[in-house]
């Protein structure tokens, strides 16, 4: 099972549909049930981190993501999924988020058009199964006004330039988030979703 998990985000039903596009069946849901016996986990999001972690509270779904991701489950997060596994945000004043990557989720420089919306680059800094196919320098969509800071920059696999350089893609273990929307990128964006999907299924069984 590919399962999307539903808090809430507005964009639930277009990251479905792109998992959809590419031959699987994936699942929006918030049961736990469903989560634990899931081969992929995907967190899409839109709005603020904040608001985001309160819905995954009232779901009771924190501790459980935590678990599912310390336990090495193939896990994906998208846009605010990015964001909420730093350590907080700084919007609308400090949050705590779920803490699974040290860091803070920082407002994009003044001076700045925000937000950041549309297409931009992503560069890659290193060799990662999720660009298989996927050419340096690739554009892929974008809309957000914070950006995540790991303390590990080690962790940083994509990179996008907006007034400063900022991680768009991070990667440990089995854990990837993109800054960036997927869904709305296009070829290269689906072609990402099915490298993640793809090495899920091949390193879990259903």
Not at 71 to 91: A, K, Y
């Given at each position: 099972?590919?399962?999307?998990?539903?808090?809430?985000?507005?964009?639930?039903?277009?990251?479905?549909?792109?998992?959809?596009?590419?031959?699987?069946?994936?699942?929006?849901?918030?049961?736990?049930?469903?989560?634990?016996?899931?081969?992929?986990?995907?967190?899409?999001?839109?709005?603020?981190?904040?608001?985001?972690?309160?819905?995954?509270?009232?779901?009771?779904?924190?501790?459980?993501?935590?678990?599912?991701?310390?336990?090495?489950?193939?896990?994906?997060?998208?846009?605010?999924?990015?964001?909420?596994?730093?350590?907080?945000?700084?919007?609308?004043?400090?949050?705590?988020?779920?803490?699974?990557?040290?860091?803070?989720?920082?407002?994009?420089?003044?001076?700045?058009?925000?937000?950041?919306?549309?297409?931009?680059?992503?560069?890659?800094?290193?060799?990662?199964?999720?660009?298989?196919?996927i050419p340096d320098g690739a554009d892929f969509y974008f809309v957000h006004s914070y950006y995540?800071?790991?303390?590990?920059?080690?962790?940083?696999?994509?990179?996008?330039?907006?007034?400063?350089?900022?991680?768009?893609?991070?990667?440990?273990?089995?854990?990837?988030?993109?800054?960036?929307?997927?869904?709305?990128?296009?070829e290269h964006g689906l072609k990402m979703y099915d490298n993640f999907i793809r090495r899920a299924?091949?390193?879990?069984?259903?």
């Open positions: 099972m590919i399962a999307v998990i539903d808090y809430g985000a507005g964009n639930l039903r277009s990251v479905a549909n792109a998992i959809a596009r590419l031959g699987y069946q994936p699942r929006i849901t918030s049961a736990a049930r469903d989560l634990l016996k899931a081969q992929a986990i995907i967190l899409p999001g839109v709005g603020a981190a904040g608001n985001t972690m309160e819905n995954l509270r009232n779901l009771g779904l924190v501790d459980l993501l935590k678990k599912l991701i310390a336990d090495n489950r193939p896990f994906f997060g998208v846009c605010i999924g990015l964001q909420v596994l730093f350590t907080g945000t700084e919007e609308g004043g400090w949050h705590n988020c779920l803490g699974i990557i040290p860091g803070r989720v920082k407002k994009l420089p003044d001076g700045l058009k925000v937000p950041h919306m549309g297409w931009n680059q992503v560069r890659q800094r290193v060799s990662h199964p999720l660009f298989e196919g995540g800071e790991p303390e590990d920059n080690s962790l940083v696999v994509g990179e996008t330039d907006y007034g400063i350089t900022m991680g768009s893609v991070i990667a440990r273990d089995n854990l990837v988030a993109t800054q960036f929307h997927p869904e709305k990128s296009g299924l091949a390193t879990r069984t259903p």
